[in-house]
Each structure stands twice: as C-alpha cells, then as structure tokens.
C-alpha cells in the first residue's frame, strides 16, 4: 500500500492541462456495447475506474485496445456473455452502466448489484423502474439484477428523493436508442457528462433531442455505428485543481479547461475572493474540445461563503469536500448544505484532525474558518474526499500522510505529478 505525502506551504504557479472527464468516459465506453464496428475514443484518462470497466468490458466479449496515440479502440466481438460479475463490480460502482446498453443491444444483462459506499446507500431503483417503463422484466437474485425483455419506448419519470440520476438517466437513455419507437424521459439528469453520452450516441447514428434539458426524446434506430469521438474535459479535475491553485495563493492557467461546465463552482469561487480570468470559452460546442484556457489567481484572505450542492447547473456534490477544505481556513464561518448525497461528509472528521473548525449534522457542515491547518496522518474515505485532504494538505504547516491512497487513483489521472509541475511538494511513499 502507498501514502501520499505532502509538505504543505508552497504557492502552486504554472500551467496545466485537465484530462477527459471520469464520468463522461465510463458511460460512454459502456455505450459502446451499443456499437457494430470499433469506436475510437480519445481523451479517455488513465485510471484504475477506466481500467476495470475495461476488465468488465471484456468479460461482456468487447475487445478493449489502447493504441500508440493514446486513444483506446473498443469493439463487440461476442455477444453471448450478459454478466457483469461481483467481484468487479464491488469496486466500481458506475459499472451499473451496462445495464442499459446490454438490454438494449442483447435483450438480456446480469449485473451485480452495486453496494453502499462512503458517499451514501446509493440504490438503483430509479433505473430499474426506468428499463421495467421500457418492458423489461427485473428479478433480484443471488444479488444481482437479472433484466430480460426487448426494449419498446415509452414515457418515463425519473424522479427520485434527490432529483434526478445521473447513471440512471445514462441507463434509459442507452436501454433506449435502440427500442421499438419513441421514449419520453421526463426529469432527465442534465450534467455534461449525460449530454456527452447523448452526442456521443448521435454521432453514431442514434436519434436524441433535448440534450441538456429535463425532457429527452429518444426514436429508437436499428442500428449504431463505429466512430471517433473526443470526451469532454473533466469538470471536477478542474475545479479541484481551481481550488488546489486557491488555498495555496498560487497562480495557475487551466487548459482544455472545463470552465464552460463551472459556472456555479467559478461563481462560488469569485464570491471567496478568488481571480478567476477565462479566454476563449467555447461553450456551444459540448463533445468536442475547449479551446479555453482559465487563469486562477488568489492574493488576499478566502471569504466564507454558503454552498448547496445540486444537481447540474448547481454546485456539484463532486466539489463539496474541496470546497470544505478550502472554507476551513476562511476568514469567517461558511455553510454547507449536500442536497444530492446527504451522508457525503467523511471528509469532515479528517480535515478536523488537521486543525479545521467543522461541525456536521445530517446534511450540514458548519464550518469556522481557522487561520491555519496542520499537517498529520489523515485517512482517505472516498475519491472526492482523498482530493479535499490533498487541498488541505498543500496549504497546512508541516507534512501531512494520506493514507488508503487508492481512491484518488480511481478518478484523477497522477495528480501528484501533476501538482509538483506546478510546485507543490507531493510524493508516494510506501506505507
Ligand atoms: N438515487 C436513488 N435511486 C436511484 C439512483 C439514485 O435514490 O436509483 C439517489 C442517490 O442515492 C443520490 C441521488 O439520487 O442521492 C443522485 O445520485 P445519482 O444517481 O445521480 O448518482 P450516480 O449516477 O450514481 C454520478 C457520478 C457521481 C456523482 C453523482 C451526482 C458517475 C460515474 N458518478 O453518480 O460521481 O457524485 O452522479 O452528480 O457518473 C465521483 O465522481 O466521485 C462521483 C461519486
């Protein structure tokens, strides 16, 4: 096992580049079960997430390449294998998103019934309601999720305690594209990386209106077809990297920034006191490449503010454990409310433990700003919870360990590397 150690107190500078997004990539690679002929994507990061959806990709008879440009071919060449297996999908929980695709294309899919998580309970009810709208018959059993039937459309509310789901919405969409007739999805999720699949799956010959707003049209088509395609830059990397640039007081340019998807994290940003400059945002033309760059820049004290995570445009839930790291050494007390996963504060106690002033109860985490946090051994309980330590720890006095390092390597491709570009004194050490 590894630790990440980091000596805290230098001020990030320099540029840096955010790789495709986590989330777009993982459905859109479970789409291409969906495809006849090979789909070339590009952009996709390098992580362990990325590496098992491989794995299952390939128990499902989908030969999976990573060619010499760094773009990875995938192409169904067996179609009679329809389980996703326990053992891998007890690691990744986003495996669910072959349910769809393999209803859709093989009329038939066993998927192992994803668990909890340090984030929440995380059912998946919503997107068996959605595949029973499109007919097909779901049985739990040995615990999994048996679904058979061939897919005709229909309209369907995916309404669920919180809002939409995202994978759900990606599940129906892509149970969907190839159904006898029309489906109505109502309460569509409308985050980016839903709206990457949706053009991803246009541009190989699916028939989807609506993209990035609540109701989605989806005519089903007889067939898609192999293509190249780009996945957007990840949002989330980005404004992590935003606020890692931040609670150092350092000056960073994001490239192939992601700031078109940020809105609600840059104004949040803004509203702390920190310089957020984009050129060249070239927000009309999602799935393909940002030309933008983003210059974050912080010379005097954080401001406290009040966040709400929500679903898409809001304030994304991936963002709220960097956002307490950052609001913990604020001038003043800041309030955080998690409306998308209400138990998603493991995060807390760690960053306690490194001086920070938080007080949680249910949903919401007070936090009393502190002039400064100190370096120790903290433990990470999630991916997005292991980047808000990391934050903390670049800007804490002294060392700080982290320790159940794999979590960050399920969503952010050699970030320490990528942090020492910009100067921050980070490094893997056995544990
Ligand atoms: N929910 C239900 N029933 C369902 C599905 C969801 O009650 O059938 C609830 C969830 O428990 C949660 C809320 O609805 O309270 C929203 O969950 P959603 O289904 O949207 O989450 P997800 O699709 O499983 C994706 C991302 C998460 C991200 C959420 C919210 C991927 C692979 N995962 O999960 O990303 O937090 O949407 O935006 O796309 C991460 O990258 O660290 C991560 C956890």
């Not at 159940?404 to 490094?427: P, Q, S, T, V």
Request: charged share 25%; glycine share 10%.
């Amino acid at each position: 096992m590894e630790k990440m150690v980091i000596e805290g107190g230098y001020p990030l500078n320099g540029k840096v580049k955010v790789n495709g997004a986590k989330n777009a990539a993982l459905p859109i690679m479970a789409a291409c079960l969906l495809i006849n002929g090979t789909t070339k994507l590009r952009g996709i990061p390098e992580l362990t997430d990325v590496k098992t959806l491989c794995k299952i990709l390939n128990e499902l008879g989908v030969d999976t390449k990573k060619c010499e440009d760094g773009s990875l071919d995938i192409t169904v060449k067996d179609e009679r294998n329809i389980t996703a297996p326990y053992d891998l999908v007890r690691t990744m929980r986003a495996s669910i998103c072959v349910l769809g695709p393999l209803l859709g294309k093989r009329g038939m899919a066993k998927v192992s019934i994803p668990g909890g998580c340090s984030i929440g309970s995380r059912p998946i009810d919503i997107h068996i309601k959605g595949i029973e709208s499109l007919g097909a018959e779901v049985v739990m059993e040995d615990g999994y999720v048996i679904a058979t039937g061939k897919m005709k459309g229909s309209e369907i509310y995916l309404g669920g305690p919180y809002g939409s789901t995202v994978l759900g919405t990606c599940n129906i969409i892509m149970a969907a594209v190839l159904a006898e007739g029309r489906t109505i999805i109502e309460n569509a999720a409308c985050e980016p990386e839903v709206q990457d699949l949706a053009h991803f799956l246009n541009k190989a010959g699916a028939n989807i209106a609506g993209i990035g707003e609540s109701n989605l049209i989806v005519d089903g088509v007889d067939r898609l077809n192999g293509i190249e395609y780009e996945i957007i830059p990840d949002r989330i990397e980005a404004g992590t990297i935003m606020i890692a640039g931040a609670i150092t007081g350092g000056n960073i340019v994001l490239e192939n920034d992601a700031s078109c998807y940020l809105a609600s994290v840059i104004d949040k940003l803004r509203e702390a006191g920190v310089g957020i400059k984009i050129t060249d945002a070239d927000k009309n033309t999602p799935g393909h490449v940002q030309s933008s760059e983003c210059f974050v820049k912080r010379d005097g004290n954080i401001k406290p503010v009040n966040i709400t995570t929500l679903p898409y445009p809001g304030m994304p839930t991936d963002m709220q454990a960097q956002f307490s790291a950052l609001l913990s050494i604020a001038n003043g007390t800041s309030i955080i409310t998690e409306r998308v996963f209400p138990h998603r504060f493991m995060h807390v106690a760690e960053l306690n433990r490194m001086g920070a002033n938080i007080m949680n109860e249910d949903a919401i985490a007070i936090i009393k700003g502190v002039p400064k946090l100190s370096g120790t051994t903290v433990m990470a309980s999630d991916l997005r919870a292991s980047a808000s330590l990391i934050i903390a720890g670049l800007a804490a006095k002294g060392i700080t360990e982290i320790r159940r390092l794999y979590h960050i390597d399920r969503g952010y491709e050699r970030l320490e590397d990528r942090l020492k570009n910009l100067g921050a004194k980070i490094w893997r050490e056995k544990e």
